[in-house]
């Protein structure tokens, strides 16, 4: 059924609220088929946690929202398992139900929030591990001929923060389930030295995925802020990938800086030290700002405008380029 004029607030993490001209739910493929139907050649909008979104104005069409179930082991052996999830799933619930069965690979992931489906579309990462790690398949709904497609790892093109669903394929599929192949024979990725910190101060000697995952929950539960208390999206800006001159420049003026080795030979800095750098972490600006822990997460505090804070990071963009040289790319998806 769709349903007109629906407030979009409780559907993005953000808690913006924002008028949808017409929304549904959508539990499988023929439901697809059938709202697609009706769908007049509005605008079409997808939507899975909206933990990755930033509703900038009304939405002027259609907004469905993925609700698909499921959780299947299509095979395994003694070594692996080859596990597939409907697109609706909340992730994190997922990484849980993973963890509880045995199958490793995807514990450093816990806690992000969001769905299934939206997970290869930018292809989530956290704590030294991305999905492409564990990803083998995924079936996708073909808007404009309503067919099914299977996209193997190669086709999705994943890179950082990156797919081909963002690119050359963006608005032209519904991801509608996603197989990752997991195991059953562990191998940790510890490799952040967060984790290791973490998992000593937890007493833990010889770690599980789930002591991993624990580990990690704790991490991120004193970094970032509760979207349910304060309303936001996660990293606002991806960690900008530069050049060598850049690096020199900067190493100029600071001793020390945190830098990572990037694929030919360049080097990703990190955007939350840039901006407060640049003096933005914790401002306040009433209804939202940069949050006081994470300068990298922009924040609601409660009754703000899309606008706004789609403004406050046109003027991030702007001074960090002033101050550093550097344009940062926007993470979150604007509506
Ligand atoms: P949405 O916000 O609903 O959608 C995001 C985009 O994907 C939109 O363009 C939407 O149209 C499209 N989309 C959604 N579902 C589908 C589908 N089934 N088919 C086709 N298109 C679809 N991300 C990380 O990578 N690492 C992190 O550590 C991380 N930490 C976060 C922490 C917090 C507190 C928050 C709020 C966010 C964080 N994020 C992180 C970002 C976010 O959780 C992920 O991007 C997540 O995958 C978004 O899922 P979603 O279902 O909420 O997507
Ligand atoms: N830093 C600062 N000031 C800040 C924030 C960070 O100086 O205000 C410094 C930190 O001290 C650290 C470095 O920047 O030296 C990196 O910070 P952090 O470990 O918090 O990670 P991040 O680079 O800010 C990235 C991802 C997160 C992911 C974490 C953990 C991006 C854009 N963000 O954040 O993903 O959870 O690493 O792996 O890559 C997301 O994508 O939404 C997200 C939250």
Redesign the pocket.
Same mark, same amino acid.
């Given at each position: 059924m769709i349903h007109t004029n629906v407030d979009l607030q409780p559907f993005?993490?953000f808690g913006l609220s924002c008028k949808a001209k017409r929304f549904a739910t959508f539990s499988n493929s023929q439901d697809l088929t059938d709202i697609l139907s009706e769908r007049n050649n509005d605008e079409l909008?997808?939507?899975?946690?909206?933990?990755?979104?930033l509703l900038t104005q009304d939405f002027n069409g259609l907004v469905i929202k993925?609700e698909i179930t499921g959780f299947e082991v299509i095979e395994e052996n003694d070594e692996t398992v080859l596990v597939e999830s409907g697109?609706g799933e909340v992730?994190h619930e997922f990484v849980m139900r993973c963890i509880e069965e045995g199958f490793g690979g995807i514990e450093n992931l816990s806690l *992000?929030?969001? @769905?299934v489906?939206?997970?290869p579309?930018?292809n *989530?990462?956290?704590y030294g591990v991305e999905i492409k790690d564990t990803f083998d398949s995924l079936q996708?709904y073909h808007i404009a001929s309503g067919e099914v497609h299977t996209f193997n790892h190669e086709q999705c093109e994943f890179g950082y923060?990156e797919s081909v669903?963002k690119r050359a394929l963006k608005g032209k599929? *519904? *991801?509608?389930s996603v197989r990752f192949r997991l195991t059953k024979n562990h191998k940790l990725n510890t490799s952040y030295g967060a984790i290791e910190t973490e998992l000593q101060s937890m007493g833990v000697e010889n770690p599980t995925i789930k002591d991993v995952s624990k580990a990690v929950i704790n991490i991120?539960s004193s970094k970032?802020?509760?979207?349910k208390k304060i309303g936001?999206?996660? @990293?606002f800006f991806k960690n900008p990938v530069v050049e060598q001159a850049i690096v020199d420049a900067i190493s100029q003026k600071y001793q020390q800086f945190p830098q990572y080795p990037a694929p030919n030979g360049k080097t990703k800095l990190a955007a939350g030290w840039l901006i407060e750098q640049a003096g933005w972490k914790g401002k306040d600006f009433g209804t939202y700002g940069v949050h006081k822990n994470q300068a990298l997460v922009l924040v609601n505090y409660g009754g703000s405008k899309g606008a706004d804070i789609f403004e406050l990071a046109q003027q991030i963009i702007q001074d960090v380029k002033s101050k550093f040289g550097i344009v940062l790319e926007r993470e979150v998806?604007m509506i």
């Open positions: 993005n993490t909008l997808v939507l899975g946690g909206g933990s990755n979104i993925n697109a992730w *992000i929030p969001g @769905s489906g939206a997970s579309m930018q *989530i990462g956290a996708a923060r669903f599929y *519904i *991801i509608l991120r970032l802020p509760d979207p936001n999206a996660g @990293s998806n």
